[in-house]
């Protein structure tokens, strides 16, 4: 298994603030991801986190709204940026050791509220 | 595009008894995987059980099963024995191979467990 941390777990934001959060695994891990999850709704991946190379987004997120870092095997940051009462929602980072048919670990995510 | 679709939004189950969540999606592809999570409130979200769609037998882990149709595309997960530490919100989830690790999640089952 992986044990994933996230900082901060919520915070209170002005409108048109960024606001970083960071995703630490307690091991090395090939993939890391970041969803949204907005209040009472299902998760929404935003991107994968690529090591060494830029994130690939999904459509509807944009590098420059949710810039993306992954600078070793164990960590990445997501940024909001410029924020919207819309962008208020829980954001979970996940990870797996490998692609494909295995387990996606879940940090606790940071609950984000955006005035 | 693949979707995920959990038709139930709220459910409830007497302790000790059984409940069926159900869940569907739609897809061409003929390899995939298919997951439920678990996510206890205020509680990080948690692999309860996973499938293949290659493999016939359905999956089991303890209390939980899953009915995998692959024809009807049904994944539903059957809790036996229901305890008050099963309340959560579950979801249904797919993956296919090829695409990088990506989880596409259904809208949610909210169950509560009543003593």
């Known amino acids: 298994s992986a044990v994933i941390s996230q900082k901060p777990s919520r915070d209170i934001c002005q409108r048109g603030t960024s606001l970083t959060i960071q995703c630490q695994v307690d091991?090395?891990?090939?993939?890391m991801f970041w969803y949204r999850q907005q209040p009472g709704q299902s998760l929404t991946l935003i991107a994968t986190?690529?090591?060494?190379?830029?994130?690939?987004?999904e459509s509807g997120f944009v590098i420059d709204k949710f810039p993306i870092s992954r600078p070793n095997l164990t960590f990445s940051t997501l940024t909001v940026s410029n924020m919207s009462p819309e962008d208020s929602s829980i954001y979970l980072c996940?990870?797996?050791?490998?692609?494909?048919?295995?387990?996606?670990?879940f940090g606790p995510g940071t609950r984000l509220t955006v005035l | 595009a693949q979707t995920v679709t959990q038709s139930q939004p709220e459910m409830s189950v007497q302790e000790a008894e059984t409940v069926t969540l159900s869940c569907t999606y739609d897809t061409s592809e003929s390899n995939y995987y298919l997951f439920w999570y678990k996510q206890p409130p205020s509680r990080q979200m948690i692999l309860v059980i996973r499938q293949e769609a290659y493999k016939q037998q359905n999956a089991t882990e303890n209390r939980f099963s899953v009915n995998f149709q692959k024809a009807a595309k049904s994944f539903s997960l059957k809790i036996s024995d229901s305890q008050l530490g099963d309340t959560a919100m579950y979801f249904c989830?797919?993956?296919?191979?090829?695409?990088?690790?990506?989880?596409?999640f259904g809208q949610g089952t909210e169950l509560s467990v009543k003593p």
């Open positions: 989830a797919f993956m296919t191979p090829n695409q990088g690790g990506k989880l596409i």
């Open positions: 986190a690529n090591q060494g190379s830029e994130a690939t987004y």
């Open positions: 996940s990870a797996s050791r490998t692609q494909g048919y295995n387990e996606q670990f």
């Open positions: 091991s090395q891990v090939t993939m």
